[in-house]
């Protein structure tokens, strides 16, 4: 059971616009910074978003982060077949002094 | 380019031990603080254990917490995992990351180095 929740499934057609939430709660999400990470199959993570809503260089601005409260989201606009992969949430935990990531979502262009 | 490089990984049975290391290059080692983020085969991901730059902060995971010890040396540019007290539990794939902050990685990650728990 992971301390962040995502939806373990998405999914969307090329060209549209899907998000995946991650949702936390005030030891974490809430008072923390929310990064993503996008894992292709078989590769290992890599860096998609950071605090909140930062792009590393690299990164297209099709893909976008927000926070709201103790939740956050990853919006992923004209969709392309090789952004299907799984993603993962992380943040910061007070309680536990330590980053907690969510269960990740496998996103998958139909 | 920045590297990260795994190695140590293997088959160990229970309650033995095993010692990971991760050779960084491409960046100044000592500036960043450094992760181990595990995923066990068709699970998510982990973070078993974090070090800051210098050393001075250092956290674990509950499940590795007493069982576990990172350290680096910034003169070899290199990250350890000492793992002891090995349990089926363990057995993932193990990585290596950065992080400009003390938080979640928030740079790059090595490939991995596959460690399994058997007898």
């Known amino acids: 059971q992971s301390v962040l929740t995502q939806p373990p499934s998405a999914s969307g057609t090329p060209g549209q616009r899907v998000t995946i939430s991650c949702s936390g709660g005030s030891s974490n999400i809430g008072t923390n910074y929310v990064y993503w990470y996008q894992q292709l199959p078989g590769t290992a993570p890599r860096l998609l978003i950071y605090?909140?809503?930062q792009r590393p260089s690299g990164v297209p601005d099709r893909f976008s982060g927000s926070k709201s409260g103790t939740s956050a989201s990853l919006a992923i606009s004209g969709l392309r077949s090789e952004d299907e992969a799984d993603y993962y949430c992380?943040?910061?935990?007070?309680?536990?002094?330590?980053?907690?990531f969510g269960g990740g979502t496998k996103l998958t262009v139909l | 380019e920045v590297q990260l490089v795994e190695s140590g990984g293997g088959l160990v049975q229970p309650g033995r031990s095993l010692r990971l290391s991760c050779v960084a290059s491409g960046f100044t080692f000592d500036d960043y603080a450094m992760h181990w983020v595990r995923q066990a085969p068709g699970k998510g991901l982990e973070w078993v254990s974090g070090i800051s730059w210098n050393s001075a902060s250092i956290g674990y995971a509950d499940s590795v917490k007493g069982r576990f010890t990172i350290s680096r040396d910034n003169a070899k540019n290199s990250l350890y995992l000492q793992m002891n007290s090995l349990r089926a539990e363990d057995t993932a794939l193990y990585y290596c990351?950065?992080?400009?902050?003390?938080?979640?990685?928030?740079?790059?990650w090595g490939q991995g180095t596959q460690v399994t728990v058997s007898s």
């Open positions: 990351a950065n992080g400009r902050i003390w938080g979640p990685p928030d740079g790059s």
């Open positions: 992380a943040a910061w935990d007070d309680s536990l002094s330590g980053p907690v």
């Open positions: 605090r909140n809503d």
